[in-house]
């Protein structure tokens, strides 16, 4: 179904596997697969290499793009898994239909995947921390400037060999006042590549300011808390979790439903529900506010030990027991060390 055309020689030996910088090296092969009229061609695999493109693409001009983050892990008898990949191939489609870009089809994805795996199975690493990151994406590559829908759009899917995302452990936030990630009825549910774009300036004046990252609030009022930097937000007071619920703002994280699910299998009580800035500055001045973490496929679980609001400084009670627990089991899932009593993972074969 597929046509494969193999490197002659892999670039293996040339990678630092302990010195990975994310996202910058790649595997020695891509999927690619060309929208042309009205269908999907028939995919590739060939050799990891630049593209052609017009000036023109439309993608350059419009920004009609979406993307999917995903990972595959080796366990401790070789064995490659994935974890909860239809999540991503039914988002990848719903982050496109909002982006006026065909669906694509379910089995060129999996089997693009499967068999770029297959192929670039030695750049998989076993070892926690160690993982394939897989970036599905699909692009408006008709060659116009016409502010409108491509009649045409490249899918294809990368591999990147990486480990751990922060080195530094917690982190400092900023709560923002001014900007926005997301509003009502636009693309904040999408991983829509512009998203990205967006939020690039605002992040780097927090970085300035010595923040690592900014936790995203309403577009309205700047009242609710909604997001943090790309990552999922969870809250813990009073020995309950609190994060925001899904709506047409926030991103359907596979790692949030994940961790919500193990929160519950747990025993902690989980409140998918809007969550004040004034509520956590409250908790705060109470003595309750007890962890904060992010959560997302690069970063998995990731304690926040600190924000910043309004020029003030808040610290949470900094023991992220709950986040560390909460990482290890899903961790655990993933590499096929704990028991998958969710069925969520799914091995490569
Ligand atoms: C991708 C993403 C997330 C995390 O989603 P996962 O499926 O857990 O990786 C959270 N927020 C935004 C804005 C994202 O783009």
Redesign the pocket.
């Known amino acids: 179904m597929i046509k494969i055309q193999q490197i002659s020689k892999s670039k293996i030996e040339s990678v630092d596997f302990d010195n990975l910088v994310f996202g910058k090296t790649f595997t020695d092969h891509m999927f690619i697969c060309h929208y042309k009229e009205s269908k999907w061609q028939p995919p590739e695999i060939k050799p990891y290499e630049p593209l052609t493109l017009d000036p023109s693409a439309s993608v350059l001009h419009y920004g009609q793009a979406v993307f999917e983050?995903?990972k595959a892990f080796k366990d401790l008898q070789e064995k490659i898994w994935l974890f909860r990949p239809d999540?991503?191939y039914k988002?990848i489609n719903r982050s496109a239909h909002r982006l006026q870009i065909p669906e694509f089809p379910e089995k060129y994805f999996f089997e693009g995947i499967k068999q770029l795996l297959k192929l670039d199975e030695a750049w998989i690493k076993q070892g926690e921390g160690n993982s394939l990151y897989i970036r599905p994406f699909v692009f408006a590559s008709q060659s116009t400037v016409q502010a409108t829908a491509s009649d045409e759009y490249i899918f294809m899917i990368i591999c990147a060999p990486v480990s751990t995302y922060y080195s530094g452990g917690e982190i400092n936030v900023l709560i923002a006042e001014q900007y926005s990630?997301a509003a009502n009825g636009g693309v904040?549910f999408a991983?829509a590549a512009g998203?990205?774009a967006a939020q690039f300036y605002p992040t780097s004046e927090a970085l300035k300011k010595g923040f690592q990252q900014i936790i995203w609030t309403d577009a309205n009022k700047h009242e609710y808390l909604e997001?943090a930097g790309?990552?999922?937000i969870f809250f813990k007071i009073n020995d309950s979790l609190i994060t925001a619920p899904t709506n047409d703002r926030?991103?359907?994280?596979?790692?949030?439903k994940s961790i919500i699910e193990i929160a519950k299998g747990n025993g902690i009580h989980v409140e998918e529900r809007p969550i004040k800035v004034s509520e956590i500055i409250k908790a705060y001045e109470n003595g309750n506010l007890q962890e904060i973490f992010g959560?997302?496929?690069?970063v998995v679980v990731l304690p926040i030990s600190s924000f910043s609001y309004r020029g003030i400084s808040y610290k949470t009670l900094g023991t992220n027991n709950t986040a560390i627990t909460l990482k290890k089991q899903l961790v655990g899932i993933q590499y096929n060390q704990l028991k998958d009593s969710f069925n969520w993972t799914v091995k490569i074969d």
Do not use: S
């Not at 926030?250 to 949030?256: A, N, P, S, Y």
């Not at 959560?295 to 690069?298: K, R």
């Open positions: 983050g995903m999540e991503n988002r990630r904040g991983k998203n990205y997001e790309t990552m999922n926030i991103l359907d994280g596979v790692t949030r959560t997302g496929t690069a």
